[in-house]
């Protein structure tokens, strides 16, 4: 059953004028917006800049002929009319792409070598390149790893006037960054976590070159999540649906065959259709047609879809339903700083019972979100502590190890980092030996045998706090992991791993639970590979983290990192001597640095000295 949410703007309220007392000034600036997308974008196609197709040219080379084909590929007007003049008229006809991308750097990465044929009027152009990243049929953006590379071939032939065409070749687009950046924009679908408490965002890219882009975004949000995030979510929409969709005066029209929906299932199909098209500005309403009913979106026929997503509040994708307080330490014991909404002075205190106890000397402290359990690790980071608001003493839950990176899901579990004396570093490797189809990496053989080393990482669950559950984590275990921070919907898993010299290494996995209730922890994708070493990381939003990166001069430097994979980090600006980092929807940034003062930011632009204390953390 879904959990009775009142997600409101309170918690923008608690925290915007956060500023403890004996600090500065309270920054004038707003806090920064919310990453997900939910109608904050301007429209998709804006700022699209059509290509003016040059075409096949007279006489044109082997060369030259796949070089044109290659800059005209970015042109997608009247599906690929202009590439396809490069074509032969049979496979001009036949040729095929859909949405999914390899993608380079520029054609000066490119090599076009050729192999003449067996006579003089066939010949075979190979193309080779590095992979700067891959766009998959269902909109999953992947990085390059710099290890790929781009290998194709494209049979030739002359056409019945002796010109060049290309008589076969791949049925996939192959697009430099700058025409990727150009025609695709990221959008976030919008699907379920397990117990469809939260909405949860699932980034893709998508061409945006027509005003058929509600089309495709609502298509494929019925037709289900990407490869990568499926194990993690849910969706309301059978699996493999398929619908009729049809854009036309600000309406979107989704007709869905098969059956008739519950009521819930319904309910909860127009909030994944909500969430997903307030995107596009353009779209004003959507109509949802399933087992002969009509529904429309938003209910009220005098509201607008733009106006506001009140109506599926209880789903906002943020996974926050109250507002949240943040806490830090001071002289050994955990405080909380509570907002207020008037613009009063906000209230600072030691946290009742156990936790706001001095002489403790526990350490890295989590928060769950309700706010009513408080984790630690000992002294010794032997034990994992925990204490239930307004008890006098923690007590151990887990025992016996090495523990840190303590994290809360938004399914009450508890999770923890442990540390083990086996494996070594040197053998972590970087990660992508064993990638997956789905356009992640576990990282490592998930085979096993008896000569397997003993696993240097653990990652353990403890559900409800309590029960601990051991996490498989392929792609780990052989790693030394600084930080785990799990997103508020429970589905994923920001990882900062340590590599040898290069320092920390950002990952985001994703969790799911197998029918007998395994845990896993896997399908790991690189973020945030420009910010240099990077020291901490918290979750800002659904689709987006907060990071601390240090450069090579050693300056640190706050980041906000997009989940999409394929949006440059925005900088936060540096702050020096920043150790940690906390985040949460819709409020300021929060970071403890090494003299023992908490420092914030609303504007992105300037951090200011909140109040003293050190390893600020929200809910979470």
Known sequence: MRRAQARTGAAAGALAVLIAGGCATVPSAGPIAQSDRGGESPAASDSYVRMLPAGPQPGVSEVGLVEGFLKDMASFEDNHAAPR??????????????????????????SLDVEPGADEDTATVRMRTPEAASIGSDGHYVAGDGGEIIDVDFELSRDADGEWRIADLPDRLILARGDVERVYRPLNLYFFNRDRSTLVPDPVFLPVTSDDVATRLAKKAVAGPTRWLSPAVDSAFPEQATADVAFDGGRVTV???????????????????????KQLPEVQEVVLRAGGEESRIPGDEEESLQGGTEQWGDVNPSGVDRSLNAYFVREGRLWSMKGEEDGATPEVAAVPGAPGRAGRGLNGYAVSLDQKHFAAVDAENDR????????????????????????????????????????????????????????????????????????????????????????????LNDRRVTQLRLSRDGTRAAVITEEGDAGGRLWVGRVSVGADGDVRLGGFMALARDVGEVVDVAWRGG???????????????????????????????????????????????????????????ADRVMWQRATEGTDPVFPG
């Open 255 to 277: 007709e869905l065959g098969g059956r008739t929906p519950s009521a819930s299932d319904r309910a909860d199909m127009e909030a994944q259709l909500a969430w997903t098209l």
């Open 85 to 110: 003049r490069f074509l032969l008229p049979d496979r001009r006809a036949s040729w095929s792409p859909d949405d999914s991308a390899l993608v380079y750097e520029s054609m000066d990465s490119v």
């Open 543 to 601: 689709d987006q983290l907060a990071v601390l990166g240090t450069q090579r001069d050693g300056a640190v430097r706050g980041y906000l990192v997009p989940l999409d994979g394929g949006t440059a980090p925005s900088s936060v600006g540096p702050l020096s001597g920043a150790r940690t980092i906390a985040a949460a929807p819709d409020l300021p940034l929060l970071a403890g640095a090494d003299d023992d003062q908490l420092w914030l930011t």
């Open 384 to 475: 994992v502590m925990l204490a239930d608001s307004g008890d006098d003493a923690f007590r151990p839950v887990l025992e016996g190890g090495e523990f840190s990176a303590l994290s809360w899901d938004g399914y009450g579990n508890l999770w923890a980092v442990e540390r083990t004396p086996g494996g070594s570093e040197e053998d972590a490797g970087d990660g992508d030996e064993d990638a997956e189809q789905d356009g992640g990496s576990d990282g490592g053989s998930d085979d096993g045998g008896e000569d397997e080393p003993e696993p240097s990482t653990r990652v353990w669950m403890l559900r409800e706090g309590t029960d601990p559950v051991e996490v498989t984590v392929p792609g």
